[in-house]
């Protein structure tokens, strides 16, 4: 079976919505993040902080490659993976990318109780829209689009599913 691999910014969702969809699907799930975490023994602020965001960017895109082996997984990313070409190239031949999109005033709702993101330490506010532009368009490879802005997340697995009978593509597993 192929892997579903969720992607989009920061606080658009993946990994609640992830979880929800593995739970629906009965696939096995695995959020990238939480497994870098748990290869490096250390939080995501600490890799920052420690080693820089090379560096992190290293072990991800490494940990990606790892989590996209065949295995019919729901596999949620970080904001940041579409950031280099290699790993986009990886998503669109490992498994059905979507790509989850929320309004700048929800990601920083969102986000702004969380002090688990080393990106938007500061003015949260003020980084979310900076990286926002920096990324325009970087998520839009992803032949399903899904805004969660306002909405429950059993309404957006609904979606999902639905979208997912209807695309040639994700029927042919
Ligand atoms: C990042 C997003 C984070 C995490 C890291 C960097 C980014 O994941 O990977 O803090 O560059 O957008 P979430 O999108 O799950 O918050």
Redesign the pocket.
Known sequence: MNNIILIG???TG??TVGKALAQRLGRPYLDL?QYIVEREQRS?PTIFSEEGETYFRQV?AALLLESLQPGGRVITT???VVLRPDNVAAMKSGGWVIALKASPDEIIRRVSSDSQ???LAGDAAERVHR?LAERDGMYDFAPLQIDTTGRHVQEIVDEIMRKMVEQTDFRRD
């Open positions: 910014f920061m606080g993946k990994t993040d995501i991800e970080g904001g940041g993101r080393p990106l990286l």
